[in-house]
């Protein structure tokens, strides 16, 4: 479907962009004002993981460099860019753990942008999971549900789009979990995976769009809103088109003044990049095709041409998942794929998704999706060995920026290699 999709974008949109985008030169991304006077680099605080990390290390130059930064001084950086806030302990898109993540040295947070009953737009990774990242089954609000809890294995569906923000506001966010057998609504909340915690759970504020808006300003970070797909009847019913839902996401943006250079706007969906790019070129400028390529469900990378296009179209930034990226060769050392090549071959330039969302401890052959260059473990054998697929991006493959669910594991490795 991606494939059909991008053939359907009209060719002469890249015209209409050019004519609109009176900017600086492709090699300028985010050097907006509007955040970079308050960088604060004396409060980050990355805490002990990623020296527990470095220190587990098997001997090799990269570790000895990582050794020697240890005491600092770690800083802010736009490589490191906070997925859903901090959720391998925090509540995902809750303030706590975006606060959490800009104190571990984020430059970047993104909120996920979906939309209530009433039009507001929320930050949550989806329209329709509620009923496993917030309370919401715990509550009166849960017979709001497009499908409501119900009992052991009853397969609740709980959306934003269901409720008004006034009963949003009411919701508290948890860990993005379930137990889909438990007898009792409190139980169904539980679930949360083992190499994660609950410890943080006792307060999860969800935001609107706004409200996130305003707390990066006050955090001195800039912005990566990422609309999310939808139920496109609930879309066209709020907002009257796909479109307008994009339009209104950027609205938030220009209504706040913020600088769009500060601001990398995201979506899988690549005709709401093109509708930026050339609606809102502004911000369009450096708004991110994400790439949701997987082959094991049948999604193929995007061929050469393909990804030509996508440049031609005026798309500057694309952002596959990291297992697309990486490669283990014959000497079982993590190198770039063919694909990565690929991408940089097309004038493209790389953000990819996401570290510290799987559990290494095992190897990269029981980590899962975000290890899936590597299934055998033969060079991600440990959970430190992540350093060694994160220096490959970095140094081999030339990614701009990595989404974290642990931003002080990034930050550490970008401020000991002075990644801005």
Not at 74 to 97: K, M, N, V, Y
Not at 202 to 227: C, D, Q, Y
Request: aromatic letters at 8%.
């Amino acid at each position: 479907m991606r494939h059909a999709a991008m053939a359907a974008i009209a060719a002469g949109l890249f015209c209409a962009q050019l004519a609109g985008n009176a900017l600086a030169g492709d090699d300028e991304f985010g050097h907006g004002n509007d955040n970079g006077h308050r960088r604060n680099d004396e409060s980050i605080q990355l805490g002990p993981r990623p020296f527990f990390l470095v220190q587990g290390m098997d001997p090799s130059s990269l570790k000895s460099k990582l050794l020697g930064c240890q005491d600092g001084p770690f800083r802010r950086t736009e490589f490191s860019i906070s997925h859903r806030g901090a959720p391998l302990q925090f509540p995902e898109h809750t303030r706590e753990g975006y606060e959490a993540a800009a104190r571990m040295g984020a430059g970047v947070i993104e909120c996920d942008v979906t939309f209530t009953r009433d039009g507001k737009l929320v930050c949550r990774h989806d329209e329709c999971d509620l009923h496993t990242t917030t309370n919401i089954v715990d509550t009166p609000l849960n017979a709001s549900c497009t499908t409501p809890w119900s009992g052991p294995n009853s397969s609740p569906r709980c959306c934003t789009s269901d409720i008004t923000l006034a009963q949003f506001k009411t919701l508290k966010g948890k860990m993005d979990a379930s137990t889909p057998a438990a007898t009792t609504a409190a139980g169904y909340l539980g679930g949360t995976a083992a190499f994660r915690t609950d410890l943080y759970n006792s307060r999860g504020t969800l935001l609107t769009l706004r409200e996130h808006i305003a707390m990066n300003r006050s955090l001195g970070v800039k912005h990566t809103p990422e609309l999310k797909a939808g139920n496109p009847t609930r879309i066209n019913q709020v907002f009257g088109s796909q479109a307008a839902y994009a339009q209104a996401m950027i609205d938030e943006y220009k209504r706040a003044h913020v600088d769009p250079r500060d601001v990398f706007a995201q979506s899988f969906n690549l005709a709401d990049v093109i509708y930026w790019v050339t609606h809102e070129p502004a911000y369009g400028r450096q708004a991110v095709y994400l790439d949701d390529v997987d082959p094991s469900v049948g999604i193929p990378p995007l061929t050469a041409a393909e990804l030509r296009d996508v440049r031609r179209q005026g798309v500057r930034i694309f952002a596959p998942p990291i297992p697309a990226l990486l490669a283990v060769d014959s000497n079982d050392q993590v190198v770039p794929s063919q694909y990565a090549n690929d991408i940089k071959a097309a004038g493209l330039k790389i953000i990819t998704w996401s570290f510290e969302r799987a559990d290494l401890r095992q190897g990269a052959s029981k980590a899962g999706f975000y290890y899936a260059f590597d299934p055998q473990g033969r060079a991600i054998k440990k959970d430190s060995d992540m350093y060694l697929a994160l220096d490959v991006l970095a140094q081999d493959v030339g990614i701009m920026g990595i989404f974290s669910d642990w931003p002080a594991t990034v930050s550490y490795y970008a401020s000991c290699m002075d990644r801005d």
